[in-house]
C-alpha cells in the first residue's frame, strides 16, 4: 500500500501502467512539506479509514 501525495497522480498512474500493476493507494494533499505540525496531524486522521481499509482488504 502506498500513500502519495496529489500531486503525483500522473507519475503514479504512469508508472503503474508501465508495470502492469495497480497498487493500492491512498492520496493525500499536495505539498506536505510545508505543513504544520497540527495540518500533518489533520491530514493524517482524514486519511487513516482508507488505509485502514486497503490493510484490511489485502
Not at 24 to 33: D, F, K, L, N
Request: hydrophobic share 45%; charged share 15%.
Amino acid at each position: 500500500m502506498n500513500i502519495v501525495t496529489t500531486g503525483f497522480v500522473d507519475g503514479v498512474e504512469a508508472q503503474s501502467e508501465s508495470l502492469g500493476f495497480d497498487p493500492a493507494v491512498v492520496y493525500v494533499p499536495h505539498p506536505i512539506q510545508n505543513r504544520t505540525k497540527a495540518e500533518i496531524e489533520a491530514i493524517a486522521d482524514q486519511a487513516f479509514a482508507k488505509v485502514m481499509a486497503l490493510l484490511q482488504s489485502s
